[in-house]
């Protein structure tokens, strides 16, 4: 497999950015012409960012397994595609090659049909790390089901909230996953989830850990057992379901500054050529590499840089059950090693968090196949930035800052690696088909360098967002009516002297914490379901590994316990509402909250006074009650 569409210099960078916003249709429609088609595309390209209405390659007929899987068997057949390191560094690795993972895909594809999927369904996949989960994913995108991965890391009453939003009538799971030192009981979390959703036909249940399950006769069936039936049938083919370019291939949930996250939905044929096109071209990843992406797929970055860009290229996708600091803070350098990673992609999070532990879980590691090193989810900063290039990368890895979110499928500012320049902490340069522009609040254009804003993209990629699931109005309310005839990102940008970016951060109610996004409406709302809550106000602040940290104001009724059994029966009414991953890393509780006249929380004073500052807290004058910001000031939690 070699990539004709490959950039190699900076030169063909500039040139392929200039044709690529020049003549889109031109541009793509050749890159697309590299992928295995049943049929080709009429138009490339046709759209408007007031709908918004989005359709690539319209007209093109194939499935995206195809392109991930039966198109490379002839001649790499043989090729590891999928490498496996289980959590616990004694249990024997897996390695699937491409024909092995076609194999299975078709058996569990086979599965999925027997069990009644068909296309356009939407199933529901919460797993953990495992070839299963990869292969779930996979199957569904064979039948030409919709798939909607949930992260591990979610509570029943988030599964719940998806299911239905989803109505997604079929689940996979597994009895339970590993994670460092824990063992996750997946499939009683469903269980739960499920009481509020009667319209679930049937799960599929994957071992795991062992831990004992309750399977529901009529609803719950095993894994292994479904298997066995297709064995006994001489394991048959399963023809790949043949979807339209621009059917959903999948729907994943994410925060917003509303209390309810969004089902984002990708459509099948840009979504492929994209994240195909971003793998080879950021990472600039040479066939038989090693690509080690440490994401977990229950996010964007796991689904477009483990799953469907890697496979899509036939490389080697290296997938990682556990964390990355057990059984110690040498676990990726050991996994690095044992399999001689070529590219290693990473979070800022999970640099600072083993950067904490100082340079001995580096000593007597080689590190030596390392060649390029990437990050993404949040803000890298410098210290972090030199750490991974000095330690890891020896100064001898360019590092990729990979810019994009759930919405855009793929990478959309990012440096190229070794081809295009980098600069600490900065995103650099939108990629091929991408027109970042920076706006000011009323929606003008911000030209020239030295200069930040809001980041907007004028113009369409073949992975945009094309709706939000069952509400395109919703879609349209949240990316496409700040700035008409913008997508607007979110995010915060400056452009230095060189036109380089560097994403600042959201600039809307969304916190990044550890690279996880989380609306501070949404942690309100669970907080405010604690019975003593009176209400609640969250902001984010600084947080030295965590990147943010989330910062929880709560009016509280009648204090039963003392305040630290509060604070705790708070957080863990946050984590069964959402998740471990919302939980507040600081609770103060107050007497009032900073409000105008009209009723609106002022956040920028609880947002200054998490950040330390207790003086300057900017006119407090329109505020109905001004008192109450010196009270929140003086009782404010340092520790
Ligand atoms: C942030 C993750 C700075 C940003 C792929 C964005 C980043 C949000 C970077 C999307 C980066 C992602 N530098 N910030 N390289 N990458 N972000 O949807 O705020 O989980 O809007 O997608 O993460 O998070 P999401």
Redesign the pocket.
């Known amino acids: 497999m070699s990539y004709p569409y490959q950039i190699e210099s900076y030169e063909a960078y500039q040139s392929a950015w200039k044709q690529s916003v020049e003549d889109p249709e031109g541009f793509w429609g050749k890159v697309a012409e590299h992928f295995q088609w049943r049929r080709k595309w009429d138009k490339v390209l046709s759209w408007n960012f007031r709908d918004p209405d989005v359709k690539w390659f319209e007209g093109g007929r194939l499935n995206i397994t195809e392109n991930c899987l039966d198109r490379h068997l002839e001649r790499y057949g043989n090729y590891p595609a999928i490498i496996w390191e289980p959590n616990h560094p004694d249990e024997h690795h897996r390695v699937l090659t491409y024909q092995q993972l076609h194999f299975k895909v078709n058996q569990f594809a086979h599965v999925l049909h027997n069990n009644g999927v068909r296309k356009g369904d939407r199933v529901c996949i919460y797993m953990g790390m495992i070839p299963e989960l990869a292969i779930a994913v996979l199957a569904c995108a064979r039948v030409g089901a919709i798939h909607s991965v949930i992260f591990g890391g979610f509570s029943a009453q988030s599964i719940a909230d998806r299911l239905q939003d989803a109505q997604a009538e079929y689940i996979v799971t597994c009895d339970g996953a590993f994670r460092g030192g824990k063992d996750i009981p997946l499939k009683s979390v469903i269980d739960d989830a499920l009481i509020a959703c009667p319209f679930v036909k049937r799960t599929i249940v994957f071992t795991r850990t062992r831990t004992p399950v309750s399977m529901i006769k009529g609803r719950d069936v095993w894994w292994e057992d479904e298997i066995h039936k297709v064995e006994t049938l001489g394991n048959p083919p399963f023809p790949a379901v043949e979807m339209d370019a621009e059917d959903p291939l999948f729907i994943l949930y994410?925060s917003g500054s509303t209390g309810k996250p969004k089902g984002v939905v990708h459509a099948c044929a840009g979504y492929m050529v994209y994240t195909n096109y971003t793998f080879v071209n950021v990472f600039q990843y040479k066939p038989g590499e090693v690509h080690f992406c440490t994401a977990d797929i229950g996010?964007?970055?796991g689904h477009s840089y483990i799953v469907y860009g890697p496979l899509s290229a036939g490389a080697t996708s290296l997938m990682f059950e556990g964390i990355p600091t057990w059984p110690d803070a040498g676990r990726f350098w050991d996994i690095v090693d044992k399999f001689r990673v070529n590219i290693l992609y990473t979070a800022p999070t999970a640099i600072r968090s083993l950067m904490a532990f100082g340079l001995g879980p580096l000593q007597g590691k080689q590190l030596d196949s390392l060649r390029v090193l990437g990050?993404?989810?949040?803000?890298?900063n410098e210290e972090a930035w030199q750490w991974y290039n000095e330690h890891v990368g020896k100064r001898n890895c360019p590092i990729v800052?990979?810019?994009?979110?759930?919405?855009t499928g793929g990478v959309l500012i990012s440096n190229m690696a070794g081809v295009t320049p980098s600069k600490p902490t900065y995103?650099t340069l939108p990629l091929p088909g991408v027109e970042p522009l920076l706006v000011d609040e009323h929606g003008q254009e911000i030209k020239g360098n030295n200069v930040s804003g809001n980041l907007c993209i004028r113009s369409p990629w073949p992975s945009v967002i094309r709706t939000t699931y069952g509400d395109h109005e919703r879609c349209q309310k949240n990316y496409f009516s700040a700035y008409p005839e913008l997508y607007f990102?979110?995010?915060g940008a400056m452009r230095d002297e060189n036109g380089f970016y560097r994403?600042t951060?959201?600039v809307d109610d969304v916190l990044?914490v550890s690279g996880h996004?989380i609306g501070t409406a949404e942690v309100e709302n669970a907080i405010n379901m604690h019975a003593g809550v009176v209400e609640s106000a969250v902001v984010g602040y600084p947080h030295d590994i965590k990147g943010q940290g989330i910062y929880a104001y709560v009016i509280f009724s009648e204090m039963h316990g003392d305040e630290e059994l509060t604070r705790r029966d708070i957080t863990s009414t946050v984590s069964r509402i959402i998740g471990p991953i919302a939980k507040p890393d600081k609770i103060q509780f107050v007497k009032g909250l900073p409000k105008t006249r009209s009723g609106k929380i002022m956040r920028r004073i609880l947002r200054k006074i998490a950040e330390g500052e207790t003086e300057n807290l900017g006119d407090t004058t329109t505020l109905l009650d001004p008192s109450v910001v010196q009270d929140i000031a003086k009782g404010r939690l340092t520790h």
């Open positions: 994410t996010w964007i970055t990050t993404v989810g949040e803000p890298i800052d990979t810019w994009w979110q759930t919405e995103a990102t979110g995010d994403i951060g959201r990044n996004r």
